[in-house]
Structures are given as C-alpha cells and as structure tokens.
C-alpha cells in the first residue's frame, strides 16, 4: 500500500529544511530547528521568572540474577528542561547494559557486556499566544541490541495543540514530519521520510507530595510504504524520597512492524531508578 497525497520529494524537502541542523550540537540545533519553524513568540510573565532556570533529574538503576546463569544489568538516565528565547526546550538521554560471567578456555571467569541500548532527544516547541497551537521540532537516536537495531535517527518538524492545559495537568498532541536514518541487523541503510504523530500527559495528582507521573506515545510510517512503521508508549511516576532524592519507575514498549530479521516485533522493558533533581 502507498501514500499518495504528497510526493516524497516534497515531503523530504520540507522536514529537511525544518530540521537540517536538529544533529549539531544541541542548543545550536534546537536555536536553528526553532528559527527555520519561524518561532519569534514572547513569554507570558510567570515563563519569563523560569527563563534561565535548568530543572531537571539523573537516574541510576541495578539489577542482577543468580543461579543458572550470573548476570548483572546497569541502567542510566537523565532529564532537562529550560525555557528560553520564547521556547521550551526538553532533552533526555537513556542507557543500559547487561554484563554476564563467562569462562574463558583457560578457565579464568570474566564479565563481559552481552546486551545494551541507548537513546536520546531532543524536543523544542513554542505555542503561538492565542491562537492555541504550537511548532515543535524533534530529534531522536537510538540503539538497541535486542530488538536488532543498529541505529535509528529521526529530525521531525511540525505543529502540535494542547488538548488539556490545566494546573497539574497537561496532554498535548503534535503531528508533522520526520526524515529518518535507520539500520536494523542483517539489512542495509536505509533513509525515508516518514509521518509522524505524537502525544504526551503529564500529571501531578493532589494526593501526592510532589509525586508526578507522565506517558509519552510517538508513531513514525514511512510516507512510501504503510507498512513499515515503527512505534513507542512509555509511562512513568517519579516518587520522591528525601531531600532531592526520588524513585523513577518506567515502563516502556517498542514495537516495530517490520522488525530485523529473526527478532520480535515488540520489546517491553521495565526500569527502576534511584535519582536527583535540580
């Protein structure tokens, strides 16, 4: 099955020109992302108090299995978010990796590094005062050995609405266009320009003290072929402990419609991580 109501090659032009700098460093690209969507939009009063202030987390997990097999796994991860030039920046890097005893021919034991996967992004948007939408840019890399993904990069541009905007509550949607830089074990390169539609919700319940909790969808197609397309679904709640101290729990879920070869077509991964704000 294909697309037909735009040609690749406009599709291709127009994501390319919105994110053509989203992989250079990454306030020069997020400055170049904003400026190419044509944001120039001022700060209410309360955002301007927060314009030059970072907040954000880190995050460190553990876990490990004895018995049968001897395994031990790592898990990394931090969060940023500032508000600046008229725009809200948010970027986040992932990691783990598994390690297992082996022995060596000459019997010495050892641990080496089976499994890992990382990822990060980068994700810049402006509302338009009044009007009710905002433009985003997006950029995102990933790699993961146990869904057979080499690397993955995408640059998305495109507009987005809130459709709940409340005190302690939020739930925006985004929709736009990605170019996408992919290679999945035992296949070649390959390039495409994709559609993209994205949602989050973030929610800071009454009943907790300073307790939140978050979910995060994102659906990427290839513009030429409907059935390739690849999907994510996290959701999260960050506990806090003592002083700057919290638990993150995260579940996550990737899906890939046409998975690499000899692999599964969904991954679900949990993750618990001891962290500190600022």
């Given amino acids: 099955m294909k697309f037909h109501a735009f040609s690749a090659a406009t599709i291709a032009a127009i994501a390319t020109c919105a994110v053509s700098s989203a992989r250079a460093d990454s306030e020069a690209a997020l400055a170049e992302v904003a400026a190419t969507a044509g944001v120039a939009i001022g700060l209410t009063d309360a955002e301007k108090d927060l314009s030059d202030m970072w907040t954000g987390k880190v995050g460190l997990g553990f876990d490990a299995q004895g018995g049968n097999t001897e395994k031990s796994g790592f898990s990394v991860g931090a969060e940023a978010k500032k508000l600046e030039g008229g725009y809200v920046v948010v970027s986040s890097a992932e990691g783990g990796w598994e390690e297992t005893k082996v022995v060596d021919s000459d019997g010495t034991e050892r641990d080496e590094r089976t499994l890992g ?162």
């Fill in 117 to 278: 996967y990382a990822k990060a992004s980068v994700n810049a948007k402006r509302r338009f005062e009044g009007l009710g939408f905002f433009v985003y840019g997006d950029f995102s890399a990933r790699n993961d050995d146990v869904s057979g993904v080499r690397y993955r990069v995408s640059e998305s541009a495109g507009l987005g609405t809130y459709l709940v905007d409340e005190e302690g509550l939020k739930l925006s949607i985004e929709a736009g266009v990605a170019e996408v830089q992919e290679k999945l074990a035992g296949a070649e390169s390959d390039n495409y320009t994709a559609f993209r539609l994205a949602e989050r919700g973030d929610y800071i319940p009454s009943w907790g003290d300073n307790v939140s909790l978050f979910e995060f969808a994102e659906w990427l197609c290839d513009a030429d072929d409907s059935d390739h397309w690849f999907a994510k679904a996290e959701a999260g709640i960050d506990i806090p402990m003592v002083a700057s101290m919290n638990l993150a729990l995260k579940v996550s879920l990737d899906h890939e419609n046409m998975p690499a070869a000899g692999k599964e077509k969904t991954d679900r991964r949990f993750t618990a991580q001891v962290g500190w704000a600022f």
